[in-house]
């Protein structure tokens, strides 16, 4: 059983809306009763998870220090406000060792996953202020601890798990914030890259969803600067 929130007067950006997780996300505060705004930088198609009837969508690529400002400031000029920030843009690239992973690939890894979550912190934060409001962020389990072939994935989410204690030690008071760690999350585009792995220990996208609105909610005021885990028996 799930416990019930309430978000109907809250505003609530969402990055990556259009992959598995983001649109989880999405759902979880649109059934939480909240306005919800959601970017990526692609618009939604028929073949992306992203439901448009929950969400007011704002294309941009936020690896852009420009388009993530003006994608934070369409929010709140359109609502007249943010109460919550999740940053879930990322991706996984991977394979190599570091002798053989090109300068390219590194650049890609750590502005998807890291510069997005900079700078829509960046530029949300003025407003989270002014309405006590909050960031979660998507880190990993992998950032944990060193591994063969994904250095620089691991990196990258190591680095949302410490702008997230930075972010809540300069915000005390005022606006928490804090990361959610999964492991491999069951997506079908994981079980189509993973066909023979063990898909029941996986985490389902929606169950990650559920701890990133109550992170973002008055259910948890003590907690800033965490890192969650989220990645179940796996």
Request: hydrophobic share 40%; charged share 25%; with cysteine.
């Amino acid at each position: 059983m799930h416990a019930e929130f309430d978000c109907s007067d809250d505003v609530v950006l969402v990055t990556g809306a259009s992959g598995a997780l983001g649109s989880e996300v999405c759902r979880a505060f649109d059934d939480a009763g909240a306005t919800v705004c959601g970017t990526d930088v692609v618009e939604p198609s028929e073949d992306t998870e992203l439901d448009r009837g929950e969400v007011s969508f704002y294309r941009g690529d936020l690896t852009d220090e420009t388009q993530a400002e003006q994608v934070v400031s369409g929010v709140v000029d359109a609502h007249g406000g943010l109460d919550a920030l999740c940053n879930v843009a990322g991706m996984w690239q991977g394979g190599d060792p570091i002798e053989e992973t090109d300068a390219e690939t590194f650049d890609a890894v750590f502005d998807v996953n890291l510069k997005t979550m900079f700078l829509a912190s960046k530029f949300a934060l003025p407003h989270l202020q002014d309405s006590g409001g909050s960031i979660v962020s998507v880190s990993a389990r992998a950032s944990l601890e060193g591994g063969e072939g994904d250095g620089p994935y691991r990196a990258a989410k190591a680095g949302v798990r410490l702008l997230t204690e930075t972010i809540a030690e300069e915000n005390r008071g005022e606006v928490r914030a804090n990361a959610v760690m999964p492991s491999v999350i069951d997506t079908p585009q994981n079980r189509e890259m993973l066909p023979d792995a063990d898909h029941d220990s996986w985490v389902d996208p929606a169950e990650i969803a559920r701890v990133v609105l109550a992170l973002s909610t008055d259910a948890t005021p003590p907690t800033s600067g965490g890192a969650i885990p989220v990645y179940g028996e796996a």
